[in-house]
C-alpha cells in the first residue's frame, strides 16, 4: 500500500514566506511565554519552516542550549538560513531537511533531546500520530513534547461579513480533500495519549485582536491572505465569483476601518511527557 505523502495547503512563494513570516512574529511571544524554557535545553522543533521559533527557543534556550529544526520544504529552509544571517543565535540552531513524519535523526540523537516541539505541522500530515510518537521517541525520559496546532472552527469575526463563512469551509475542506485535519487542535491530548506520552496540560492561546489594537491591521492581512488562497482553490467559484469576491473584498477592508472590529481566533496548545 503506498504511503499518502503530507500536504502542505500553503504555499512557499515569496509572497507566502512574507505572510508566514509576519505571522511568526504575531505568535511567538505568547509561544516562548507558554514554553517557559528555563535553559540550557536541548530542542527539537519538528516542521521548523522558516526557523523563526527555532530562534527564539534558542534564546530562550541560552548559550547552553541548542534547537534542531527539521524542515521538509528545501525553499523554507533556504529563506531560514537567510533570516539567520543576522542572528546571533544562530549558531546554536542546525536545519536540516527531513520529513516530520520520518525525523532524520541519527541513532545517538533519538531518545536525547529534552523538548520536541511542533507548530502547525500536524494539520498537515495524514498521521499526526506518527508525528507525536516520533517526538515522544526523541526526547530522553522525563523530557517535554509541546504540541501547538489549530482547530479551525473557533474561528470568529465580528461584524461578520458576508460569505466569509462559506470561503472560511471551503478552506477548511482544503485540508479534508488532502487527508488532513482542519480541527486536529481539538485532538492534541489525545494524541500525546495515543503517542505513549504522559498528558501534563492544555490550553488555548488566544490568536486575535480588535480595532484599537496596533497590530490589528496584521491580523487582518493574514486572515485575508489565507481566504484568498482558499478563494483561489476554488476554480469552479461555488464560494464566490469575481463579483462576490470583490465584494467581501470591499467589505472586509470596510470592516478593518471599523472601531468595533474584532477577530477571534485561538491555537490548541498541549503538553506531555515522556514516562520514565
Same mark, same amino acid.
Not at 192 to 203: E, S, T, Y
Given at each position: 500500500?503506498?504511503?499518502?505523502?503530507?500536504?502542505?495547503?500553503?504555499?512557499?512563494?515569496?509572497?507566502?514566506? !512574507?505572510?508566514?513570516?509576519?505571522?511568526?512574529?504575531?505568535?511567538?511571544?505568547?509561544?516562548?511565554?507558554?514554553?517557559?524554557?528555563?535553559?540550557?535545553?536541548?530542542?527539537?522543533?519538528? =516542521?521548523?519552516?522558516?526557523?523563526?521559533?527555532?530562534?527564539?527557543?534558542?534564546?530562550?534556550?541560552?548559550?547552553?542550549?541548542?534547537?534542531?529544526?527539521?524542515?521538509?520544504?528545501?525553499?523554507?529552509?533556504?529563506?531560514?538560513?537567510?533570516? *539567520?544571517?543576522?542572528?546571533?543565535?544562530? =549558531?546554536?540552531?542546525?536545519?536540516? *531537511?527531513?520529513?516530520?513524519?520520518?525525523?532524520?535523526?541519527?541513532?545517538?540523537?533519538?531518545?536525547?533531546?529534552?523538548?520536541?516541539?511542533?507548530?502547525?505541522?500536524?494539520?498537515?500530515?495524514?498521521?499526526?500520530?506518527?508525528?507525536?510518537?516520533?517526538?515522544?521517541?526523541?526526547?530522553?525520559?522525563?523530557?517535554?513534547?509541546?504540541?501547538?496546532?489549530?482547530?479551525?472552527?473557533?474561528?470568529?469575526?465580528?461584524?461578520?461579513?458576508?460569505?466569509? *463563512?462559506?470561503?472560511?469551509?471551503?478552506?477548511?475542506?482544503?485540508?479534508?480533500?488532502?487527508?488532513?485535519?482542519?480541527?486536529?487542535?481539538?485532538?492534541?491530548?489525545?494524541?500525546?495519549?495515543?503517542? =505513549?506520552?504522559?498528558?501534563?496540560?492544555?490550553?488555548?492561546?488566544?490568536?486575535?485582536?480588535?480595532?484599537?489594537?496596533?497590530?490589528?491591521?496584521?491580523?487582518?492581512?493574514?486572515?485575508?491572505?489565507?481566504?484568498?488562497?482558499?478563494?483561489?482553490?476554488?476554480?469552479?467559484?461555488?464560494?464566490? =465569483?469575481?463579483?462576490?469576491?470583490?465584494?467581501?473584498?470591499?467589505?472586509?477592508?470596510?470592516?478593518?476601518?471599523?472601531?468595533?472590529?474584532?477577530?477571534?481566533?485561538? !491555537?490548541?496548545?498541549?503538553?506531555?511527557?515522556?514516562?520514565?
Amino acid at each position: 500500500m503506498t504511503e499518502r505523502p503530507s500536504n502542505y495547503v500553503h504555499g512557499t512563494t515569496p509572497e507566502e514566506q !512574507r505572510r508566514l513570516s509576519m505571522l511568526n512574529d504575531l505568535l511567538n511571544r505568547t509561544s516562548l511565554a507558554e514554553l517557559h524554557l528555563s535553559g540550557g535545553e536541548r530542542i527539537l522543533d519538528v =516542521g521548523s519552516g522558516l526557523g523563526q521559533m527555532a530562534r527564539g527557543m534558542a534564546r530562550a534556550a541560552g548559550p547552553q542550549g541548542s534547537v534542531l529544526g527539521i524542515e521538509r520544504s528545501t525553499e523554507q529552509i533556504a529563506e531560514a538560513i537567510r533570516q *539567520a544571517a543576522q542572528d546571533a543565535s544562530a =549558531g546554536r540552531v542546525e536545519f536540516r *531537511a527531513g520529513d516530520a513524519l520520518d525525523p532524520p535523526l541519527r541513532d545517538d540523537e533519538w531518545g536525547r533531546f529534552d523538548v520536541a516541539h511542533a507548530r502547525f505541522i500536524l494539520e498537515h500530515v495524514p498521521d499526526p500520530l506518527r508525528v507525536v510518537r516520533g517526538m515522544v521517541r526523541a526526547v530522553r525520559p522525563g523530557g517535554r513534547i509541546v504540541l501547538e496546532d489549530d482547530d479551525h472552527e473557533v474561528f470568529r469575526q465580528w461584524p461578520e461579513i458576508p460569505g466569509l *463563512a462559506a470561503v472560511w469551509s471551503a478552506y477548511m475542506r482544503t485540508y479534508e480533500k488532502n487527508g488532513n485535519d482542519p480541527i486536529v487542535g481539538r485532538r492534541l491530548v489525545q494524541l500525546l495519549h495515543q503517542a =505513549g506520552a504522559k498528558p501534563r496540560r492544555n490550553c488555548w492561546i488566544s490568536f486575535g485582536a480588535c480595532s484599537g489594537d496596533p497590530e490589528f491591521p496584521a491580523y487582518v492581512d493574514n486572515a485575508a491572505s489565507i481566504l484568498e488562497g482558499a478563494h483561489a482553490g476554488d476554480p469552479r467559484g461555488r464560494h464566490g =465569483g469575481s463579483g462576490r469576491a470583490r465584494r467581501r473584498d470591499r467589505e472586509r477592508a470596510r470592516v478593518g476601518k471599523r472601531d468595533d472590529a474584532a477577530l477571534w481566533f485561538a !491555537r490548541s496548545w498541549a503538553e506531555g511527557i515522556r514516562p520514565d
